[in-house]
């Protein structure tokens, strides 16, 4: 008996051939996509990696830089701070990210600072300034502030902040600018310091409606002091004058020794007062006199005015009649 064997055609193996090649094929490129896909999820990864390290390397860079560095959102939300941010203002990291400043600050200070960063997101342009504040410490310390607008790939519009403390290069600015305006022998102001002072001084008096007293007082007898004992002596004595009238004078009227012998003193708020200032001189006077290191009698001359609130004439010319009244003292005195 014979068997038949029933074998596909070559037309189905064909086919067959053709089916496999198409699904290698097909495996082919699903392994392509899928290694394509591998890289950039590596890539991804190796991005987020390297950037977290960044984020990690620059947070420890801030952390400790001598900067107090911020970041705000436009709404004034704390987005990032560094450590001496934190340490300056005595806040927790924890307990202040997400916060804005009325939530951080006194009033008045986020008040301010929210003005600011307007003025940074309104103008797109840093804006640089000096800041002085308290510190937690109680010290009181300059800052050179710079401010920053930007944003980021998706539009979202910050605030960045530096602050470099300036309080060195402040103070010693604060120190040339005093001894200027300061008179080495006596400690009280020169001549530029009267004028800084005073003019100013004399400016507000005017808008408060308030009259003031000028008085100008020359040493009596000093050159024959100086020609007797010598000049060492002299200069004791101008200094033990100017101790005086320190001593006789408020705390907020104006003292300088403007020359050689001469002193000038504004008296701000004096209505229905000038007396007292009178009284003052009289005892400056009585001092000086009776000092027992003195081995000479001495005295002032003093030119005296009152200087109404309607007035008008400036400070100089209102030394220049002060200087006046002083000299005709003097004169009757000869």
Not at 57 to 80: H, I, T
Not at 161 to 174: C, F, L, S, V, W
Not at 254 to 271: H, K, L
Request: net charge negative; proline share 2%.
């Amino acid at each position: 008996m014979m068997i038949s064997e029933d074998r596909p055609s070559f037309e189905q193996l064909q086919r067959e051939r053709d089916a496999l090649a198409a699904r290698v094929t097909a495996l082919s490129l699903e392994n392509t996509s899928l290694r394509a896909d591998l890289a950039t999820a590596q890539t991804q990864l190796d991005d987020a990696d390297t950037a977290r390290r960044d984020s990690l390397l620059l947070r420890a860079y801030m952390d400790r830089s001598n900067l107090r560095a911020w970041l705000k959102d436009e709404r004034g939300r704390l987005v990032y701070a560094n450590r001496q941010w934190f340490e300056q203002l005595g806040l927790d990291e924890a307990a202040a990210i997400g916060k804005s400043d009325f939530e951080l600050l006194p009033a008045d200070v986020a008040a301010r600072e929210r003005a600011h960063d307007l003025d940074v997101l309104g103008g797109h342009e840093p804006t640089r300034m000096m800041v002085v504040e308290d510190g937690i410490d109680g010290d009181t310390r300059s800052w050179l502030v710079t401010r920053f607008p930007f944003h980021n790939a998706r539009g979202e519009r910050f605030v960045g902040g530096i602050a470099q403390d300036d309080t060195a290069r402040a103070r010693h600015y604060e120190e040339i600018r005093r001894q200027s305006i300061t008179d080495s022998l006596t400690g009280l102001l020169n001549r530029r310091g009267f004028d800084t002072l005073a003019a100013p001084e004399l400016s507000r008096a005017r808008r408060r409606g308030s009259a003031c007293t000028l008085a100008l007082v020359d040493l009596d007898g000093l050159k024959g002091v100086n020609d007797r004992l010598g000049h060492a002596a002299g200069d004791a004595i101008i200094a033990l004058a100017a101790m005086i009238l320190r001593k006789v004078f408020r705390a907020t009227d104006i003292v300088a020794r403007i020359g050689g012998d001469e002193f000038a003193i504004f008296a701000p708020d004096t209505d229905g007062d000038a007396d007292a200032i009178r009284r003052r001189l009289d005892q400056a006077v009585a001092d000086l006199s009776s000092n027992p290191i003195l081995e000479a009698q001495l005295g002032f001359s003093i030119g005296l005015l009152d200087c109404p609130a309607s007035g008008r004439e400036s400070l100089d010319a209102l030394l220049a009649t002060a200087d006046a009244r002083m000299y005709e003292q003097k004169r009757g005195k000869r």
